[in-house]
């Protein structure tokens, strides 16, 4: 029977005529993809799962309906955009504002419309980055509507960037209703005669809500009452924005 003689080390001679061991390099290592900034952002969309939560409840005034609150946009896709290495320098490169009308005790409401820029940058690769344009629009009655225009516009540029909507919500043009599907029905109307004199019905007072418009994103919410007991939500963004929701309201014949 043959026998196989064992295997040995491959030995090379040394200075002195002995003989060592050969010993081979190590491979060099295939160096780690470092993510681009886009794939970084789609993983964040992937994280997100498609929607935020509606953890916040407008007052019964207004309706009582469910809204996604800047407090949630922040924590969560912030700390989505920490986690992927991804930083967002905002910035406000002017602003303008204006009076906008005057609350019921007549002090005057200021409304501050500002552009936008935002700088994502991929934290590992600094010269991988873009900028996305936007524009906010918030009113005060005292000194924060600048602030409010910034926080108005990041939270709406954060859930249109990642296209995000609010859970429990169904898609206004799956069955032509308006975007108010989840709120509740209006409070039972309230008639009121005609003034005598056959004139319509003018404003009595009007309130901010401290809310903003859950259809355009710019402008405020804003309570509006009549002398005929008609009451109504309005955006402030009255330009642009149609929103409407009437609270206590009239005859068509007494709309004003």
């Not at 994280?47 to 949630?72: N, R, Y």
């Not at 602030?147 to 859930?159: D, F, I, V, W």
């Not at 003034?195 to 355009?216: D, F, I, Q, R, Y």
């Amino acid at each position: 029977m043959a026998i196989n003689p064992p295997v040995t080390s491959p030995t090379a001679a040394a200075s002195d005529g002995s003989r060592e061991p050969v010993r081979s390099a190590p491979a060099p290592e295939t160096p780690a993809m470092v993510p681009n900034l886009y794939q970084r952002l789609i993983a964040v969309r992937l994280a997100l799962g498609g929607s935020i939560p509606k953890g916040g409840t407008a007052p019964q005034v207004m309706g009582g309906f469910k809204f996604v609150e800047w407090d949630d946009v922040a924590e969560r896709i912030g700390t989505l955009l920490a986690e992927n290495g991804i930083v967002m320098l905002p910035s406000m490169p002017s602003c303008e504002v204006a009076q906008a009308g005057t609350t019921a005790s007549g002090k005057p409401i200021y409304r501050a419309t500002a552009p936008l820029a935002y700088e994502l940058i991929n934290a590992d690769v600094p010269e991988d980055r873009t900028v996305i344009t936007w524009i906010g629009s918030g009113d005060d009655s005292g000194d924060k509507a600048i602030q409010k225009a910034g926080t108005s516009g990041t939270k709406y540029m954060l859930l249109k960037l990642f296209l995000l909507g609010g859970t429990g919500v169904a898609d206004a043009d799956a069955n032509g209703e308006d975007s108010r599907l989840d709120h509740p029905a209006a409070a039972p109307a309230i008639t009121k005669q005609r003034p005598a004199n056959g004139s319509k019905p003018k404003v009595v007072a009007k309130s901010l809500t401290g809310h903003g418009c859950p259809e355009c994103g710019k402008g405020n919410l804003e309570h509006v009452r009549w002398d005929n007991g008609g009451e109504r939500i309005a955006c402030t963004n009255w330009r642009e924005c149609r929103y409407r929701e009437n609270v206590a309201p009239v005859p068509a014949d007494e709309q004003p």
